[in-house]
């Protein structure tokens, strides 16, 4: 039960875009189409932004999108905003449990 | 709207138990999975394990079986989290979450600090 791989950080300016990556194996994500993206400020508790590889819920922007391909799976965030400043999670089904990345630190220049 | 409410913050020494509630509101408590992640101070989340209120079938993950019990008091639409041999490293906080389906978490609690220090 090993966690997703994330880099540790990602940076952009207002206005660009940045992507970030989550990569599993075959028992995870690359095995079920259960990838979900969390955003977390700081003392906050986790937010949901996309759930089932690229579906959005309610109220989150459509600047926020999802993907996957074979093992690894991506968030994208274009038009960066000052407030989209934060941690990023990734999270995967492995058919008994889940697994998160070990997180990515967003920083907006 | 939808919301989980924990249970305040604890303190305890090693090799005690702690119990943290998650009261649910806002929809049928017992119509899905509630989930417990964890974060020590400045790391990720660590997925620990769900509980189906509706039937009280429970599945954990392996670092945590044998020391974390899930449970659930359907009356007052609450779920509970106990681990148990409580050390320095499960210093933490910790979430509850409902699960839509497929292991997607929305919305979480607020977190319930546990701090585990003699």
């Known amino acids: 039960q090993s966690a997703l791989t994330q880099p540790r950080s990602v940076s952009g300016s207002p206005g660009q875009s940045v992507t970030i990556s989550c990569t599993g194996t075959?028992?995870?994500?690359?095995?079920?189409?259960?990838v979900s993206w969390y955003q977390q400020h700081p003392g906050k508790a986790p937010k949901l932004m996309i759930y089932?590889?690229?579906k959005r819920p309610s109220g989150v922007p459509d600047r926020f999108s999802g993907s996957k391909s074979g093992n690894t799976a991506s968030l994208t965030i274009s038009g960066l905003q000052a407030e989209d400043e934060a941690d990023y999670y990734c999270?995967?089904?492995?058919?008994?449990?889940?697994?998160f990345g070990g997180g990515t630190k967003l920083t907006v220049l | 709207q939808v919301q989980l409410v924990q249970s305040g913050a604890e303190v305890k020494k090693p090799g005690a138990s702690v119990k943290v509630s998650c009261k649910a509101s806002?929809?049928?408590?017992?119509?899905?999975?509630i989930n417990w992640v964890r974060q020590a101070t400045g790391q990720g989340l660590e997925w620990m394990g769900w509980?189906?209120?509706?039937?009280?079938?429970?599945g954990y993950a392996q670092k945590f079986q044998g020391r974390v019990t899930m449970t659930r008091n359907t009356s007052i639409s609450t779920a509970y989290m106990e681990l148990s041999s409580l050390r320095s490293e499960d210093t933490a906080v910790y979430y509850c979450?409902?699960?839509?389906?497929?292991?997607?978490?929305?919305?979480w609690g607020q977190g319930t600090l546990v701090t585990v220090s003699s």
């Open positions: 979450a409902r699960d839509q389906d497929t292991m997607t978490f929305d919305p």
């Open positions: 806002g929809y049928t408590f017992t119509s899905y999975d």
């Open positions: 509980m189906n209120p509706n039937s009280g079938n429970t």
């Open positions: 075959s028992s995870d994500v690359g095995g079920y189409n259960y």
């Open positions: 089932d590889v690229s």
């Open positions: 999270c995967s089904y492995a058919g008994s449990w889940v697994v």
